[in-house]
């Protein structure tokens, strides 16, 4: 007995597709990389350094939980740095310092960690930094006002702003080609929507996001929109300028598709979709915040657990 | 290994080996020294048992365990028995293991040539259990309890991708299978008996007399449950058998042996099965019951380190064995080696909650709902809310697993948990 080889023995099935959460999070940044580096030529380099910090100190925040929480460190798959690129890309290029760190930290921690950690969070980590951000230090959140010393030659007054406070009469300086090629004022990483587009057709057909999501929370803000325009044109706006403005495509494509907190069968991911997109488009023309992305996505977050109740009979269930 | 595929809005698509028409016989492999059988009863010293070590058996010889049980194995070889020892197997089975020291003349027993003239079930009950394929010996040994078994159904598919054993007596063994048919009608007096084969070989399956149906060549189409569902239009409910149902399957391979051991008046003793290599190239190979796998691996020149994965069964419901010693079995359809720079190990992250496995699960289950109980060790509510009983153990839904969570452990120790516990309450009550 003392020759015997040792083999490996383990329950089946011995075979694996391969796929794994760090490949999950590294395509989900390649794919978001086309509105990051627009967005980078846009804004120079204080755009760079938000974008550097925020993911620096979302990996320095998750290795300093994992530290003290005596937990196996988790860096390596990738999520805490995706967490950081897309809070980064929700903010504006004149973000000091402080709200980043701050923001990543938030994110982190009470999005993420106080839950358990990667797949626990009932939230997405990402709006949950941005919004108390946004409650806590609006200001910063004033695109107007954070970018008023950027001349890009265009409009530099921010859409939704625009649209909020003038009506359709406030948005004839932007065209839909301009808005799909990034010249509109806004967060670093949303402006772009041609490439944010782009990248959530690779995560789509790739697989690593769930197109049912995307397609219904798109949907829901272009039906909310249009009846909304069908019923006063000269207050509100087409539906076409609010799906390419604010955080509508970044939601879209990697906000609200966070697998911890969207749900995975069909009619589910339909109604929390569509039901995001209402909510956004609400809060946008009769609630007082000008873009209701976060709002509405984290609103959906909630309601997750009891939608995805919807589900399919099991083989052979009786009741 | 197939892996996942770049356009990852689609499903895997797992196709069951097909049989090549040009395919060569099997390759026949003698046992080198000794051969190994498993008696399916727990050994015990103080039981009586009728043979001893040193007895020299015949091949072909029967060799039941005590006078008050019914529990035999059929020796495959002539040669002296040299060691009886109990054995261990999975999920807490034990057996005897019979191990005989093979002499160089064969000798046939023809205790059973004797009884072949006239088929009858006690002749099945009391000499083919050890029948390769696999005779499920409860088809015969019905009581009032039992349900009434209506429809026998025949699997000429293969439970597990690489395998070609069933797909291969079809092909080969068509009028061994015509015997079988007709013998099980004539003893059993059910009618109603099917043969389920992948659509290429119907033919084939058309001449054995059972009524051919036609399974879809994409796994996990040829597990029972699913042959039920989409071929005989009945589903299964959760937590019932097929048996339950009043459906029985065989595998074409028990059919075949059954026919050749009436027709030939001799009881067959040589397995087919599947050598899956290390470079995932797979050979129909024919051996004895009980000739150990070392056997088997020399005679192909497949040399098994240390850390590498040996595996009786398919690469997705196998079980894996920590000894080259381990026998072939009635049962065993394939005999796989991974190298250890192909395992691919499970992990502790916890799940992500991506959907992967509710997309691919063919029963429908809340997986992800179901493996965060199961982690907790929340058996009862995991089976009461969350669809456990209605896994049908294809093992996709950990094949898929982004976190590469063990799913399918984590369902099999689940069930495994509350039969014991039902068990339990059973005999304390």
Known sequence: MLNHKKLIVSHAPFWHNGSNITVRSYHTMLAAMPAVVFGIFTYGMPALGVLSLSISFAIIWEFLINKITKRTVSIGDGNAALIGLLLGMLLPATSPWWLVITGTLVAVLIGKHIYGGIGGNPFNPVLIGLAILMVAWKDYFDFNQALVNYDLGFAMVYPLAAAKHLGASGIDAFSTMDLLLGQQSGAIGTTFGLGLILGGIYLIIRGFIRWEISVSFLVGVGVTALLFNMSDPSRYVSPVFHLLTGYTLIGAFFLATEDSSSPVNFIPMLIYGAGAGIMTVLIRNIGSYVDGVVFAILLMNLINPLCDKIRPKALGKVV | ?429
């Open chain 2, 1 to 429: 290994m197939i892996k996942r595929s770049f356009i990852g809005l689609t499903k895997p698509l797992l196709k069951y080996d097909a049989m090549d028409v040009k395919t060569p016989a099997p390759l026949v492999i003698q046992p080198s020294k000794k051969v190994t059988l498993f008696l399916d009863k727990a050994f015990n010293f103080k039981d009586t048992i009728l043979f001893k070590i040193g007895d020299t058996v015949k091949t072909g010889q029967k060799l039941s365990y005590s006078e008050d049980s019914d529990a035999y194995v059929i020796s495959t070889v002539t040669g002296t028995i040299s060691s009886i020892t109990p054995f261990d197997a999975d999920y807490g089975k034990t057996y005897t293991a019979i191990t005989i020291d093979v002499s160089e003349n064969e000798e046939i027993d023809d205790q059973f040539s004797t009884l072949a003239k006239e088929p009858t079930i006690d002749t099945l009950k009391g000499c083919l259990a050890f029948i390769p394929g696999n005779l499920p010996i409860g088809l015969f040994s019905s009581t009032d309890a039992s349900p009434s078994i209506e429809t026998i159904v025949i699997s000429g598919v293969d439970r597990d991708l690489f395998i070609t054993t069933n797909q291969n007596t079809v092909m080969v063994d068509g009028k061994a299978i015509k015997q079988g048919v007709q013998i099980l009608k004539q003893i059993t007096g059910i009618d109603n008996i099917v043969i389920v084969s992948p659509d290429y070989l119907m033919q084939d399956a058309g001449i054995t007399g059972a009524e051919v149906r036609v399974v879809d060549p994409e796994y996990p189409a040829s597990l029972p449950h699913l042959i039920m569902r989409d071929v005989l239009d009945q589903v299964v409910p959760a937590g019932k058998s097929c048996e339950d149902m009043g459906v029985f399957f065989i595998s074409a391979e028990a059919v075949a042996s059954i026919g050749k051991a009436f027709s030939e008046g001799q009881i067959p003793f040589y397995k087919h099965f599947n050598l899956i290599k290390k470079d995932g190239s797979s050979i129909l190979i024919s051996a004895r019951i009980g000739t150990p796998i070392h056997d088997i691996l020399n005679a192909f020149d497949v040399t098994l380190n240390d850390k590498d994965r040996l595996i009786i069964g398919g690469p997705m419901t196998g079980i894996a064995v920590f000894s080259d010693d381990y026998p072939v079995q009635p049962d065993t359809d394939a005999i796989m080696v991974q190298d250890r720079d192909n395992i691919p190990l499970v992990s502790d992250y916890p799940c992500i909650n991506c959907g992967e496995c509710i997309r691919i699960c063919p029963a429908n289950i809340p997986i992800n709902l179901l493996v965060r109980f199961l982690e907790a060790g929340q058996y009862e509510e995991a089976a009461d809310q969350y669809d456990l009983y209605s896994c049908i153990e294809c093992g996709l839904c950990s094949f898929v697993c982004v976190s590469k969570m063990p799913v399918f452990h984590y369902i099999k120790l689940a069930k495994y948990e509350l039969g014991r516990i039902s068990n339990a309450e059973a005999t304390n009550a």
